[in-house]
Structure formats: C-alpha cells, structure tokens
C-alpha cells in the first residue's frame, strides 16, 4: 500500500514557476515508476508525465516537453514536478500517482488526492 499527498500548488503568474511535491508512505516507493496527471475544469484527466524507479528515465506529454521536469528523491520518498513558462493551460488540479511498471501509458496502482494549479494571464 502507498499513499500520495501532493503539496505546493497555488497561483503563479503566466511564465512563471512552481514546484509541486508528492510525498509517499511506505518502505516501497523506490520500487514504483511515479507519474504525473493533470485535469482542468470540464476536461478529462491526462497525463504529463512519469519518472522511473530509479529516476534515469522519463517520458513527458508533448505539451510540456522542455517546460516541466520530473524528478525524485528515493532517500525521501518524494516525487517532484518542477513547471516553467507557465501558462493558463496549465491551470488544473494536479495529481500524483505510483505505478508498478514505467511506460507509456502508465497504468497506476495508487493516486494522491490532488493539488491546484492555478495560472493567471
């Protein structure tokens, strides 16, 4: 079992940045592929993108790419999602999520209960 709590959401001004965290419980986070969703008000959920167990790969939703970055700290069971150049697409409400096997789709075993993101123009 592992549970997520996502934290450092907020307001941010078009092109700025923010940093959201995913703390997770549990012995075996390190052994989880963690993910990264998004779902803006009226829309489904989609995914941005994910991080292997060990951090060496990542794979990014191509309206992202070279804005955000995923990262991880195993030693502290937390996953990061690091988002620049924002803009008011990017406003939704934020969700991380653990995965057994890394890939595209990333099928998930566990969610956070989300964070919001708001972007202002």
């Known amino acids: 079992q592992v549970q997520l709590v996502e934290s450092g959401g907020g307001l941010v001004q078009a092109g700025g940045s923010l940093r959201l965290s995913c703390a997770a419980s549990?012995?075996?986070?390190?052994?989880?592929?963690m993910g990264w969703f998004r779902q803006a008000p009226g829309k489904e959920r989609e995914f941005v993108g994910v991080?292997?167990?060990?951090?060496?790969?990542?794979y990014y939703t191509d309206s992202v790419k070279g804005r955000f970055t995923i990262s991880r700290d195993n030693a502290k069971n937390t996953v990061y999602l690091q988002m620049n150049s924002v803009n008011p697409e990017d406003t939704a409400v934020y969700y991380c999520?653990?995965?057994?096997?890394?890939?595209?789709?990333?099928?998930?075993?566990?969610w956070g209960q989300g964070t919001q993101v708001t972007v202002s123009s």
């Open positions: 991080i292997s167990w060990s951090g060496g790969r990542t």
């Open positions: 999520a653990a995965g057994r096997v890394y890939g595209f789709p990333f099928i998930t075993d566990y």
């Open positions: 549990g012995r075996t986070f390190s052994s989880y592929a």
